[in-house]
């Protein structure tokens, strides 16, 4: 895991001049549950009623949401959305949420939250998984799970690396290297129960609610570039880092910004030319082909084709059903987002302000104008990055939580930034197929490790 600062604007949209940048589970509720129990049968219909989302498109940008399609493109689009008064049905019964909360909130000062460190067991999918493996620490949970939460009704944590992930898995109450813990008691952190980052899905297979962190993708990979960059100070720091030969890029190609990349590596307008096996390394870094750089490895297809397969293949998928339901949190709205996500819950409205959401370690530039892009660099890298956009796209536009006026906003701001990317569909790479990708990868084992370092060109 890193650590991230994603809260940050990484200065995009500069245009001219360089940016001067800057599992036996705990019980959780020791009492209180028998006065509940005659609600269980009322909850227990409701339930089965079930949770009705409607689909609906910002414009004619966004087609068709079909992440199953590996084809690369999107079409036609979906129908319209919600209205003022077309709200989903909520998740929970109200005493319901009421006694999840209070539960909680009881739990959590009976252990002075906050100031002492407590797992909680889980039942882990992943453990079951590969039972030869160790669940590293940062999945595990310091919030209390309370066992009467009904499986269908949980929650499963997407951390897209770069994307603002650590800084709203702190908030859920993940154990990501926070420097502080949650302390926000509400519904959407009791239910979100397990995750899935890079090769550790820990996630039920049949999980009905996925809740996907996003960012820019241009902003995603320029904050992944600059992060993982060799610590000048330690020639040996971060030249690999398992399977990932990063040294590839910044060293053998000198690559030492994003800038540097695109210009030479993606445009080739070094004077003196760079090698054709370096601008290849570029392309193939960019559209998460190469593995070099980790969060550029883990991209959104990864994750989106992890958890819904693929038309030819869905035996990859965690969830191949093409009605799990997207929650997704932007990292340039967190605030915004997660509040519409726990009144969705049948939670309290406006419960997250932006004082509570913490910046995790955030760091100095290492280099001057590590932050910059040029115009042309720009459209060099979202041409690349078009299919990451895309999904980007798609993601967004398929979260239960976000309406037209949202992804309108979100579609606003990627013009800005990649305009043709943004207002249209199709790309002129076709969109790579990552099913061996995901079966060598789901479960981090050595093997995996091996198999992909023997693929660095």
């Known amino acids: 895991m890193c650590a991230e600062d994603e809260y940050e ?3 995009l949209l500069g245009s001219g001049s360089p940016s001067k940048a800057p599992a036996k589970q705990h019980r959780v509720m020791a009492r209180g549950w028998k006065q509940y129990i005659s609600l269980f049968a009322l909850i227990a219909a409701a339930f089965a009623a079930g949770y009705a989302f409607h689909g609906r498109s910002s414009s004619n940008i966004v087609g068709n949401v079909n992440i199953l399609d590996n084809s690369g493109s999107v079409s036609s ?16 019964n109200a005493s319901f949420t009421e006694y999840l909360i209070s539960g909680m909130k009881n739990i959590l000062e009976k252990n002075e939250f906050g100031t002492k460190k407590t797992y909680y067991v889980y039942d ?10 160790e669940k590293p620490t940062w999945a595990k949970k310091v919030i209390p799970y309370n066992k009467k939460t009904p499986l269908d009704k949980q929650i499963c944590f997407v951390h897209v690396g770069k994307a603002g992930g650590s800084t709203v898995g702190c908030m859920l109450g993940f154990n990501l290297h926070c420097e502080s813990h949650n302390d926000i008691i509400d519904l959407l952190p009791i239910v979100t129960t397990h995750a899935f980052h890079r090769g550790i899905n820990d996630c039920l297979d049949d999980a009905k609610y996925y809740l996907f962190v996003v960012r820019d993708p241009l902003a995603r990979m320029l904050s992944a570039f600059n992060y993982e ?16 030969s990063r040294g590839k890029l910044y060293d053998e190609c000198n690559f030492q910004t994003l800038e540097d990349l695109a210009q030479n590596g993606l445009l080739n307008k070094h004077p003196n030319g760079v090698s054709d096996q370096c601008r290849t390394r570029a392309n193939k870094a960019v559209t998460g082909l190469g593995n070099y750089i980790a969060h550029w490895y883990f991209n959104y297809q990864y994750y989106a084709q992890s958890v819904f397969g693929t038309k030819e293949d869905n035996y990859t998928s965690t969830a191949p059903n093409s009605n799990t339901n997207i929650l997704v949190i932007r990292n340039e709205h967190i605030v915004e987002d997660w509040n519409k996500i726990n009144v969705i ?24 104008n590590e932050k910059y892009l040029s115009d042309d660099s720009k459209a060099a890298l979202c041409e690349v990055l078009c299919n990451e956009i ?12 976000l309406n037209n006026n949202d992804m309108d906003q979100s579609i606003n701001e990627l013009q800005q930034i990649c305009p043709k990317e943004a207002m249209n569909n199709t790309c002129l790479q076709e969109r790579p197929d990552f099913r061996e990708r995901i079966e060598s990868t789901l479960g981090a084992s050595a093997n995996a490790a091996s198999l992909m370092r023997s693929k660095v060109p």
Do not use: C, M
């Open 390 to 401: 895309q999904i980007y796209k798609e993601l967004i536009s398929k979260a239960k939580n």
């Open 9 to 11: 604007k990484d200065g």
């Open 124 to 133: 882990s999918p992943y453990n079951l998984r590969w039972p030869d493996n």
């Open 77 to 92: 689009a979906i129908e319209d959305g919600l209205g003022t008064s077309d709200v989903p049905s909520p998740l929970f």
């Open 345 to 368: 819950l049948d939670g309290h409205n406006g419960v997250l302000q932006s004082s509570q959401v913490p910046r995790n370690n955030p760091t100095a530039p290492k280099i001057p």
């Open 229 to 244: 960059r060799p610590n000048a100070t330690d020639p040996k720091a971060h030249r690999s880092q398992g399977p990932f």
